[in-house]
Structures are given as structure tokens and as C-alpha cells.
Nanobody, 127 residues
Framework: DVQLQASGGGLVQPGGSLRLSCAAS????????MSWARQAPGKELEWVSA????????IYADSVKGRFTISRDNAKNTVYLQLNSLNPEDTAVYYC????????????????????WGKGTQVTVSS
């Protein structure tokens, strides 16, 4: 079974940093592009970032560009999201997702391009 498990969330002050991890299992991780999305209270799921299967191509939503960094370690079957310069608007549950296929990665912000989502990890930015 495909499993994606996000971790690393927590409570952080504005301006702080966190590193999220998503451990994958049940499929050939190195063959799939991966993504992060988030859902703030009372809002819809928002795509945040994506990385291709090899880790050489990354894409970001305008709202996080320059502050967040996505990366992956195919030897560890893990994708990461480094969150810097956090502000209260970044408060959300963060989810990792797997792109269904190579074509889906051509439209990276389309959430229906993901076929699996993991359980999320809560990030709360507050003083």
C-alpha cells in the first residue's frame, strides 16, 4: 500500500523556521514527482510546492517563494519542506502528495494531479 507520513510540524514564533518531512513507502519513490499542500482553518487546500522525481526541478506557489524550500532524498524515500520566515498566514495543516504520473507534473498546482495524500502535520505560527 502507498503510504505517505508527514511530520515535523509544531508551534513556532513569527520569523521562525521548521523542517517538514514526508516518509514514503509502498511504491518506487524515485519514479514519482512529489508535492506539498496546506489547508488553513476554514480555507480550501492550497498547493505549495513540487519537486520532480530526481529532485532537480522545483516549483513554488507565489505565497511561499523565497521562504520555503522543497527537496528530496531518494535513498531515504523522503521529501522535505524547509519553512523559513514563517508568518501567521502560514498556519495550516501541511500535506505531502504524490503526482499520479509525469503528465500531472506539467500542471503542478492542479491538486487533482495527485493520486495519494498523506496525513498532515500541523504548523502553527503564533507569538
Amino acid at each position: 500500500d502507498v503510504q505517505l507520513q508527514a511530520s515535523g510540524g509544531g508551534l513556532v514564533q513569527p520569523g521562525g523556521s521548521l523542517r517538514l518531512s514526508c516518509a514514503a513507502s509502498g511504491f518506487t519513490f524515485s519514479s514519482y514527482a512529489m508535492s506539498w499542500a496546506r489547508q488553513a482553518p476554514g480555507k480550501e487546500l492550497e498547493w505549495v510546492s513540487a519537486v520532480d522525481s530526481g529532485g532537480g526541478s522545483t516549483i513554488y506557489a507565489d505565497s511561499v517563494k523565497g521562504r520555503f524550500t522543497i527537496s528530496r532524498d531518494n535513498a531515504k524515500n523522503t521529501v522535505y519542506l524547509q519553512l523559513n520566515s514563517l508568518n501567521p498566514e502560514d498556519t495550516a495543516v501541511y500535506y505531502c502528495g504524490r503526482y499520479r504520473d509525469v503528465m500531472s507534473y506539467l500542471y503542478p498546482s492542479e491538486l487533482n494531479g495527485m493520486d495519494y495524500w498523506g496525513k498532515g502535520t500541523q504548523v502553527t505560527v503564533s507569538s
